[in-house]
């Protein structure tokens, strides 16, 4: 075998490494919050205008560059505090861009490509050398009403209100963390998280 063989070899067993460590998650920093209220009128409209829950920022310390998932997986639930409402799951979505000079470069949210994201599903991320992204998280309640009551017919107009009615009923969004919940189950629901694990989750206030 002469030269050209080892070298070749070489090369492809760098080109390994390399790829090994990329996947790794070291390097990486993530910071998050969530946050502590929303409006009932955002609520609401969440379906055409999704409610802002959580944002992280990623940076990238690392000398490669990295693709990694996120870890965390969340289901976002309505929750009455009084119990008349049983809850309702919420749909989550999430979006990422780039963040240059500690501004991030979202486009209007009308514009915002959304990734689907359940309980049984992780979301990659892919971060340049030394790059930042922040990633955020929106929530879109399952009832809503899209247009003004006054461009309604009677009809509709009686059952929007009644929609309204009944969503005036939740106090609270919950943020439950899936990750240490019993592996025995590919799909959580808000009706059958354990309920430590409400007890331990985020809470957003919903302001009416």
């Given amino acids: ?22 996947a790794l998650p070291i390097g990486i920093i993530g910071e998050g919050k969530s946050v502590s209220e929303v409006s009932f009128q955002a609520l ?6 999704p409610i802002l829950a959580k944002e992280t920022n990623f940076e990238n310390q690392f000398f490669l560059p990295r693709k990694f998932e996120i870890a965390e997986r969340y289901i976002a639930c309505l ?35 959304f990734v689907d ?33 006054t461009a309604m017919s009677e009809t509709q107009k009686n059952e929007t209100l009644n929609q309204i009615e009944y969503m005036k009923r939740f106090d609270e969004i919950i943020l439950i963390n ?7 189950r590919e799909y959580y629901s808000c009706f059958d998280v354990p309920i430590d694990a409400f007890e331990k989750a985020e809470k957003i206030k919903i302001t009416k």
């Fill in 44 to 49: 609401l409209e969440s379906n055409e205008k």
């Fill in 117 to 149: 994201y359940n309980s049984v599903s992780k979301m990659s991320v892919e971060l340049g050398a030394g790059k930042k992204k922040q990633v955020k998280m929106f929530l879109l309640a399952n009832q809503f009403y899209a247009k003004p009551v």
């Fill in 1 to 22: 075998m002469d030269w050209k063989f080892y070298a070749a070899m070489a090369c492809f067993s760098i080109a390994l490494i390399l790829a090994a460590i990329s």
């Fill in 178 to 184: 899936l990750e240490g919940l019993p592996k025995d």
């Fill in 79 to 113: 929750n009455d505090l009084q119990g008349v409402n049983q809850k309702e799951q919420m749909q989550i979505k999430y979006a990422q861009a780039e963040l240059k000079d500690g501004m991030n470069n979202f486009p209007s949210i009308d514009q915002f490509f």
